[in-house]
């Protein structure tokens, strides 16, 4: 069962002007659901999530697909068309596709408003180190996508060998603080160039989050980026605004930066002021 939905408090006075949302799911039964292990979520559309966002300034966002959705990417249009010209999603592909498919499928993908691809390695299944660097090469130079990693980053620190392809991709993201204690190997990541979403709050087997943000601002100001993790499916605790709250406290100067612009930038999300109007041509 998913956690239940906390109550939503008035954001404070120091609350950032705008966010953008790097981690959530939707979860539109329209499409189709396949079990992680036993567990489909409950829905969760663009119109919960926005009433679940609303204490927040949010003008854009990452729809990211869920291991309960396999390789189903026909949720992604219709998605990004509810909520709105800042949001941009986040597919799972299929390794085994041919490379002339494969780039078919990422050039319409991207047609549609996706910008980036994810490996789950922590629900996924197992990932051979040269077929996740294949398709992450592939995403990158056929239309810059980076590839997110969902992974408990304990595990890869163990792993010399993916350790070795992660840090030599062009652009990675890094799931929910790297899920556990392992900050030698999540430094290393954000070394190399990786982003580290602070999401997940309610998820993570971490003792010291506040410190662990200062420790990857250090290494790259750049290197963080906030999401909600809504609808927190299989978290211990749900999200709430709170969360965002202590992250942009522990970002402290760097908070514009996390609650916005890195995000914002990484995804290609228009600004505020210019969200849905037509580019200017070349």
């Known amino acids: 069962m998913d956690p239940a939905p906390a109550p939503s408090p008035a954001p404070p006075a120091t609350a950032p002007a705008r966010v ?47 291991s309960f959705q396999r390789l189903d990417t026909g949720w992604v249009a219709p998605a990004l ?54 398709l992450a090469r592939r995403a990158f130079d056929r239309v810059g996508w980076h590839t997110e ?10 792993d010399e060998r ?10 990675i993201t890094v799931d929910h603080f790297g899920m556990s204690e392992a900050r030698e190997a999540l430094l290393r990541l ?16 971490i003792a010291d989050p506040a410190a662990l943000t200062a420790a990857i ?20 605790r749900p999200y709430t605004p709170a969360d965002a709250q202590d992250i942009a406290a522990w970002a402290g100067p760097h908070a514009p930066a996390v609650m916005w612009g890195t995000g914002a930038a990484l995804y290609g999300a228009p600004e505020p002021e210019t969200a849905g109007q037509p580019e200017p041509a070349e």
């Open 20 to 66: 953008f949302d790097a981690h959530l799911h939707l979860i539109d039964p329209a499409f189709p659901l396949t079990a992680n292990d036993g567990y489909v979520p409950q829905p969760f559309t663009a119109a919960d999530y926005q009433a679940r966002s609303a204490p927040l300034p949010v003008a854009g966002g990452a729809v990211v697909a869920g």
């Open 190 to 205: 954000v070394a190399s160039g990786a982003v580290v979403k602070a999401t997940g709050l309610g998820r993570i087997d």
């Open 81 to 134: 068309a509810q909520l709105g010209p800042g949001f941009r999603a986040v597919v799972n592909l299929s390794p085994a596709v041919a490379d002339a498919e494969l780039d078919g499928e990422l050039d319409a993908l991207h047609a549609a408003g996706a910008r980036a691809l994810r490996i789950n390695l922590f629900r996924g299944g197992a990932w051979e180190a040269e077929q996740l660097d294949r």
């Open 217 to 236: 601002l250090a290494e790259n100001p750049a290197g963080l980026m906030f999401g909600s993790d809504l609808p927190s499916t299989r978290a211990r």
């Open 162 to 171: 993916l350790m070795g392809v992660l840090t030599g991709l062009p652009r």
């Open 149 to 158: 990693f969902y992974a408990d980053v304990a595990a890869l620190g163990r």
